[in-house]
């Protein structure tokens, strides 16, 4: 810790203890100090860097400028700030000035905001993507067992074994079913089971499971009202399905190119399966639509089975 008289001498000088006064209250950086105090950039550095070698302030580097606040040691010299602030004519002044910088500082962010309003969803921003709302979400759900019905290479099954008390991961592919156990034991995750089997037939006992996902995997089969039956026998009373699949679209290639036995499905033929099979409190909506050509939509699907 710096000597006690060094802290004492280097603070006694009343314009640094202006800066200590404003950086006990606020990070600030030198133009703002510069702003707030009227002194010049070389004078406000030379105050900071003797500040800073007694212990009394440190520093942070953000974007091109360092913010400045009061260090740990700064607490050494509270009780003499607080007279300080009673003797230095200037102290009230310069807080009503920092006030208004720290108020243009709001601005320039309230600004970009301004300026990027109704297309910021468009655009990118970092740090943020669907991936990072899921995991919130995710974090949410109470411990269930889920099924992941056409779960691929299990990625979507991982993510939710993240919070699932257990994740029953079925696909009729069974290089698919491999590649999804070699990954959850790489990643040393030993709460999905993967199982081999088809939508229509699943290998699941009855009232087995609290919730069933479709993720984009309906349209590959070949009686999606058959699937969603099965869906409806392995749930528990008051257990709840969700759909997530594609609008239908007239891309025919989609057939070969992805093996889709159907081009996506319109709300209310989704509807109509899901109360036909027995679902109840059915909510659809369309949730997103790719920029790109041919601009799939995707569908999102949300029921209930009765309770009984």
Do not use: C
């Not at 995710?138 to 056409?150: C, E, K, N, S, T």
């Not at 070949?222 to 997530?244: F, N, Q, T």
């Amino acid at each position: 810790m710096p000597s006690l008289v060094k802290i004492l001498r280097v603070a006694a000088d009343p314009n640094r203890l202006r800066i200590l006064l404003l950086l006990r209250a606020e990070e600030l950086s030198v133009a703002e100090l510069q702003e707030v105090l009227t002194m010049g950039q070389s004078t406000i550095s030379t105050h900071l860097a003797q500040l800073k070698q007694a212990g009394l302030v440190e520093d942070r580097r953000t974007g091109k400028s360092n913010l400045y606040s009061l260090a740990g040691a700064g607490s050494i010299v509270n009780e003499l700030l607080m007279q300080a602030k009673k003797e230095i004519p200037e102290a009230d002044p310069d807080q009503a000035a920092m006030r208004r910088v720290l108020k243009k500082r709001q601005e320039r962010s309230r600004a970009f905001f301004d300026s990027v309003a109704g297309r910021l969803g468009k655009d990118y921003v970092p740090g943020k993507s669907w991936k990072s709302v899921a995991e919130a979400l995710l974090r949410l759900m109470p411990p269930m067992v889920i099924a992941d019905l056409g779960a691929g290479e299990g990625s979507f099954a991982l993510m939710l074994a993240e919070r699932a008390k257990k994740v029953i991961a079925v696909d009729s592919s069974a290089n698919m079913i491999e590649v999804g156990r070699e990954l959850a034991l790489r990643h040393g995750v030993d709460n999905v089971e993967f199982r081999q089997g088809d939508m229509e037939e699943l290998p699941i006992d009855n009232a087995a499971v609290d919730l069933v996902f479709f993720s984009q995997s309906l349209h590959h089969a070949l009686h999606p009202d058959r699937a969603i039956r099965e869906a409806h026998r392995i749930l528990v009373p008051s257990g709840r399905i969700v759909i997530l699949d594609l609008v239908k679209h007239r891309f025919e290639e989609a057939r070969e190119l992805y093996a889709d036995e159907w081009l996506g499905f319109s709300e209310s033929e989704i509807e109509s399966m899901l109360e036909k099979s027995g679902f109840e409190e059915v909510q659809t909506s369309i949730v997103h639509k790719e920029p790109e050509t041919p601009q799939f939509q995707t569908l999102l699907a949300v029921a209930s089975k009765l309770a009984t």
